[in-house]
Nanobody, 116 residues
Framework: QVQLVESGGGLVQAGGSLRLSCAASGIIFSISTMGWYRQAPGKQRELVADITSGGSTNSADSVKGRFTISRDNARKTVYLEMNSLKPEDTAVYYC??????????WGQGTQVTVSS
């Protein structure tokens, strides 16, 4: 059974930082593409950043230069370091895993709230 468990969300003031973690089990983590998505109230879920098994990263223009995605294959964990947070970053953040078979898995989400 695949499980993606996010942690690290919370309330922070604008300009602050948070680090999200997603611990995976039940998948071959090292060959999966891992990603972070977010969904704000009334908006569609959107890609924040992802990282391939080889370490190549991709991120949304809105977070470039502020957010960094990384992975630790030994710990089967993917991280999202978020700096210079803005109120518009407020959303539920979801961990995502794409297996080589193209099957996609989601975590339960963690709330990030940035106050102005």
């Amino acid at each position: 059974q695949v499980q993606l468990v996010e942690s690290g969300g919370g309330l922070v003031q604008a300009g602050g930082s948070l680090r999200l973690s997603c611990a995976a089990s039940g998948i071959i983590f090292s060959i999966s593409t891992m990603g972070w998505y977010r969904q704000a109230p009334g908006k569609q879920r959107e890609l924040v950043a992802d990282i391939t098994s080889g370490g190549s990263t991709n991120s949304a223009d809105s977070v470039k230069g502020r957010f960094t995605i990384s992975r630790d294959n030994a710990r089967k964990t993917v991280y999202l370091e978020m700096n210079s947070l803005k109120p518009e970053d407020t959303a539920v953040y979801y961990c995502n895993a794409k297996a080589p078979t193209a099957t996609t898995y989601w975590g339960q989400g963690t709330q990030v709230t940035v106050s102005s």
